[in-house]
C-alpha cells in the first residue's frame, strides 16, 4: 500500500498539483516542509530534485519549466529560505512561465512570535505571482475542503493557462511535521477556462482592412519559443511585400524573409532615411525585446497603430503608441490576419529592411579579417564553432547583446532570462534545462560576474557531460564599458564594471568540472576541436576566455563604424 504524509493539508496541495500537470519538484532541504516533501516524494507520478540554495533551485526549476512548458514545483522550508526564490518568481513572471512555489510555514498564530526560521510569507511574492494562497492545516469538513481545492484549481488555472505565470502556495504546519498514513483516494477539482478560436467580427475585418490596405506593416517579435505553426503563418503574412518582419534569436523564428539582426540592421540607416523606415501599422507578438535601438526607434517614429498580440500584460504600451489588444494566440491570430482581404505588395518595405541588413552582414567578413583579439572576435569564433541543434542559453549583460549582432542557426534553440534581465540565475536556469532535456547538448555563453554571482548552480548533483559552459572573462561587467556614461565617471572602473582578477580554475576543480583556458583565437580554436565531443565523464566542461578588458568596447565600436 502507498503512503504519504499525515498532514490532510499536505495530501491535498500534492494530489492537486499532480492533478494539473506537475510531475517535477525542485525541494530544498529543512523540516517544515517534511509533509510536503514525504507527499511528493512517495507519490510515483512525481519527480523529486534536491537543490539546497533554494535562490539556484528556483532558476534550476526555470530551465526545466523552459525546456517542458508545464508546470515546475519548487518546495522549501519556511522563514528566508522563501525569499530567496524570488528572482527565480520574477523571471517566471516576466517571462510567461509556470513556477509553482510552494512554501510551508508556522501556524499563523506564530508569526511575528519570537519563533525560530518565521517570517511574514503570506502574500510574499506581492503582484509578482499570478495567484498566492494561504492554507493552514484544518481540512475538517467539506467546506474547508471545497475551500482548499477552490483555491487550488484558481491558482492552478493562473498559473499554467493562457497566460503563463508563477503562483505562490504557503502552508502553515504544526509539528509534528514526520508521520505517514497509507494513501487514500484523494477528491481532487480542476478548472479549465474555455477560450476557443478566435475570431474577428466583422465590422472590426473591415476596420483592419483598411489599416492593413496599401501601408507599410511591421511585425516585431520578441522572446518566444520554437513553434512551427506560426512560422507558417508569418510567411504566409509576409508574402506581403509591404510587411517586413523583425526577429531576435530569442524569438525562436528564422525564415529568410526575416530580419534577424535588428541591431545591425538599424545601424546602417541613416538619419534622413530612418522615416522611410517607420510603419504605418506595428503588430507585436512575444515577451521581451532585446534590442534598446528597435524600441527607441519606434518610440520616435510612432506608428499610427500598434496591435498588440497575445494573452500576457494586454495593456503594455512598450512603444507608447498602442491602439489595439487582441487578446488572442498569436497563430489563431495570423490565421484570422492572412484571412483578411486588402490591397498587398505595393510598397516593397520590406525589401528595404532586408537590404540594410544583407548589406551590414556582407561587409562583417571583412571586418573580421581585421579585427583585434577581443569580445566581438570571440562571438564570432564561439557562434561558429556550436553544433547543429545545441540550446543555446544566453547570459544576460552584453553577451545577449553580441550573439544578437549574428544571424540564428535554424536548428538552434535560443534561451535567456530575458523576463527580468538579470545576472542572477543564467548558469542555474541552464543547468535546470539540461536535466530536463538529457539528449540534447546544452551550451551556456555567459560573462564573468554573471558567472561568479551563481556560482552555486554547480553545487548541484544533477550537472552532466550534455552541458559545456563558456565563460568570457573581460575582468569584471564589459557591458559597463559599452554604454554610454560610466566610463566617463571617476566611478566607471571601480563601482559599475566593477573590475577584478577572479579566474574561475579553482571553482571548476572544487566542483569537478573540467577546465580550459583560452586567451587568443588560437587557444579557442585548438579548445573547440574536442571541446563538444561527448565524455564519459558524467561532468560538465567549461572554458574561459580571457579578453582585453581594454580593447573590448573599442572593437566592438570599430564593428559597427564598418558596417554603416
Ligand atoms: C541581479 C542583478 N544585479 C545587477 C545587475 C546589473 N548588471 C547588469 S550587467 C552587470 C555586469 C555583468 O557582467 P558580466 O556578467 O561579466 O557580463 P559583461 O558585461 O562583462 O558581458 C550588472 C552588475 C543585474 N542585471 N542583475
Ligand atoms: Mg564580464
Not at 526549476?61 to 522550508?77: D, K
Request: proline share 4%; hydrophobic share 40%.
Amino acid at each position: 500500500m502507498p503512503i504519504t504524509s499525515d498532514k490532510r493539508i499536505a495530501q491535498q496541495v500534492v494530489a492537486q498539483s499532480v492533478a494539473n500537470g506537475v510531475k517535477h519538484v525542485v525541494c530544498s532541504p529543512g523540516s517544515r516542509n517534511a509533509p510536503l516533501v514525504i507527499a511528493f516524494d512517495e507519490n510515483p507520478q512525481v519527480c523529486c530534485y534536491v537543490v539546497h540554495d533554494e535562490r539556484s533551485a528556483g532558476f534550476f526549476a526555470l530551465g526545466i519549466a523552459q525546456m517542458l512548458n508545464e508546470p515546475v514545483a519548487v518546495l522549501c522550508t519556511s522563514g528566508s529560505a522563501a525569499v530567496n526564490y524570488f528572482p527565480a518568481v520574477t523571471e517566471a513572471f516576466y517571462q510567461y512561465l509556470p513556477l509553482v512555489v510552494i512554501t510551508a510555514d508556522r501556524p499563523a498564530a506564530w508569526v511575528d512570535q519570537g519563533d525560530g526560521q518565521t517570517i511574514v510569507q503570506k502574500n510574499l511574492f506581492g503582484k509578482h505571482v499570478r495567484y498566492s494562497c494561504d492554507f493552514g492545516e484544518g481540512i475538517h469538513d467539506n467546506e474547508s475542503l471545497w475551500h482548499v481545492n477552490r483555491e487550488l484549481a484558481t491558482a492552478f488555472n493562473l498559473c499554467n493557462g493562457e497566460w503563463k505565470g508563477p503562483i505562490h502556495i504557503n502552508v502553515g504546519m504544526s509539528e509534528p511535521l514526520y508521520g505517514k498514513v497509507d494513501c487514500a483516494e484523494i477528491n481532487v477539482r480542476r478548472v479549465e477556462t474555455v477560450g476557443g478560436c478566435f475570431k474577428l467580427p466583422d465590422r472590426r475585418r473591415t476596420e483592419m482592412e483598411q489599416a492593413l490596405s496599401g501601408t507599410r506593416k511591421l511585425v516585431l517579435i520578441g522572446q518566444h519559443r520554437p513553434d512551427e505553426a506560426l512560422l507558417r503563418q508569418m510567411e504566409q503574412f509576409s508574402d506581403d511585400t509591404d510587411v517586413a518582419v523583425l526577429v531576435e534569436n530569442t524569438s525562436n523564428l528564422q525564415h529568410e524573409r526575416f530580419v534577424h539582426c535588428i541591431d545591425r540592421a538599424l545601424n546602417s540607416i541613416t538619419e534622413e532615411e530612418l522615416p522611410d523606415f517607420a510603419p504605418d501599422v506595428l503588430i507585436s507578438i512575444g515577451g521581451a525585446v532585446v534590442s534598446k535601438r528597435i524600441k527607441s526607434f519606434l518610440r520616435k517614429n510612432r506608428p499610427k497603430q500598434h496591435w498588440k498580440v497575445g494573452f500576457e500584460f494586454p495593456f503594455m504600451d512598450t512603444f507608447q503608441c498602442l491602439t489595439h489588444s487582441f487578446q488572442s494566440d498569436p497563430v489563431d491570430f495570423m490565421k484570422e490576419l492572412n484571412s483578411l482581404n486588402y490591397s498587398r505588395n505595393t510598397l516593397n518595405f520590406s525589401s528595404k529592411w532586408r537590404q540594410k541588413d544583407l548589406i551590414a552582414r556582407d561587409r562583417m567578413g571583412e571586418f573580421f579579417d581585421r579585427v583585434r583579439f577581443s569580445d566581438i572576435k570571440v562571438f564570432e569564433l564561439i557562434l561558429d564553432y556550436l553544433p547543429e541543434r545545441t540550446q543555446l542559453h544566453m547570459a544576460n549583460s552584453s553577451v545577449i547583446r553580441y550573439c544578437q549582432l549574428f544571424d540564428p542557426v535554424r536548428s538552434i534553440k535560443y534561451w535567456s532570462n530575458r523576463g527580468t534581465s538579470g545576472i542572477d540565475g543564467s548558469t542555474s536556469t541552464a543547468v535546470g534545462a539540461a536535466k530536463a532535456a538529457p539528449d540534447d547538448l546544452h551550451v551556456l555563453i555567459t560573462g564573468d560576474i554573471s558567472f561568479f554571482y551563481d556560482s552555486n548552480a554547480l553545487w548541484n548533483k544533477y550537472l552532466s557531460n550534455n552541458l559545456r559552459i563558456i565563460l568570457i572573462n573581460n575582468r569584471g561587467g564589459g557591458i559597463f564599458r559599452i554604454i554610454p556614461g560610466p566610463s566617463e565617471t571617476a566611478q566607471g572602473k571601480k563601482y559599475f564594471e566593477a573590475h577584478h582578477e577572479q579566474e574561475a580554475d579553482k571553482l571548476c576543480e572544487a566542483f569537478g568540472i573540467t577546465y580550459h583556458r583560452a586567451e587568443c583565437s588560437k587557444d579557442i580554436e585548438l579548445c573547440m576541436e574536442t571541446f563538444y565531443a561527448k565524455k564519459n565523464t558524467g561532468r560538465p566542461e567549461l572554458i574561459e576566455i580571457i579578453t582585453p578588458r581594454e580593447v573590448n568596447d573599442g572593437e566592438l565600436e570599430a564593428f559597427f563604424k564598418a558596417l554603416r
